[in-house]
T-cell receptor
Framework: EPEVTQTPSHQVTQMGQEVILRCVPI?????FYWYRQILGQKVEFLVSFYNNEISEKSEIFDDQFSVERPDGSNFTLKIRSTKLEDSAMYFCASSPGQGTRNQPQHFGDGTRLSIL | GQSLEQPSEVTAVEGAIVQINCTYQ??????LSWYQQHDGGAPTFLSYNALDGLEETGRFSSFLSRSDSYGYLLLQELQMKDSASYFCAVFHSGGGADGLTFGKGTHLIIQP
């Protein structure tokens, strides 16, 4: 079964540095998402992306964050000037984007980001 | 805004049936989804209800009452592998690339 893949599985970074989290969505999916989950807490929506532009973003997704689809397969989340509170698991997800709306979102295994 | 309430923890016995409830408050409603998450793992889609009633998928069923802003996930013939956290979630809108707002999750503990 096709799956969403994320790299790296764990990223350790010094506070103030920039990080790029990478995702390869399922190949025929058109809608892409980033979520984060602070340890022991709920999954929080960050941003959704379609047709090479942001569709929706949450209050969390401020100027520190950006997303990009640099080629036909990758979808990246960049976090600038990282802070301690950015430490979390970051999940990428994708959904087909064709046919009925509100389709299931398929999540990757996540990247655990640790800010020191 | 949107908010969802679900119990933080439920305990059940292997082979039994368990129901996990979810109530929601939303400015617009576009369906209720359920996801399973094992410790350290990815959320996995289980079920989606857009209309009132029961949806059945194998051992798992999900129910929705839009008039009561309420839904539940029913797990039958519980197995040890069902020990996980279960999240209800609502879509932000009825459009295309819509984000999900998740509840805080229910930790299901299965006892032998």
């Amino acid at each position: 079964e096709p799956e969403v893949t994320q790299t790296p599985s764990h990223q350790v970074t010094q506070m103030g540095q920039e990080v790029i989290l990478r995702c390869v969505p399922i190949s025929n999916h058109l809608y892409f998402y980033w979520y984060r989950q602070i340890l022991g807490q709920k999954v929080e929506f960050l941003v959704s992306f379609y047709n090479n532009e942001i569709s929706e973003k949450s209050e969390i997704f401020d100027d520190q964050f950006s997303v990009e689809r640099p080629d036909g397969s990758n979808f990246t989340l960049k976090i600038r000037s990282t802070k301690l509170e950015d430490s979390a698991m970051y999940f990428c997800a994708s959904s087909p984007g064709q046919g009925t709306r509100n389709q299931p979102q398929h999540f990757g295994d996540g990247t655990r980001l640790s800010i020191l | 805004g949107q908010s969802l309430e679900q119990p933080s923890e439920v305990t059940a016995v292997e082979g039994a049936i368990v129901q996990i409830n979810c109530t929601y408050q939303t400015s617009g409603f576009y369906g209720l989804s359920w996801y399973q998450q094992h410790d350290g793992g990815a959320p996995t889609f289980l079920s989606y209800n857009a209309l009132d009633g029961l949806e059945e998928t194998g051992r798992f069923s999900s129910f929705l009452s839009r008039s009561d802003s309420y839904g539940y996930l029913l797990l039958q013939e519980l197995q040890m592998k069902d020990s996980a956290s279960y999240f209800c979630a609502v879509f932000h809108s009825g459009g295309g690339a819509d984000g999900l707002t998740f509840g805080k999750g229910t930790h299901l503990i299965i006892q032998p």
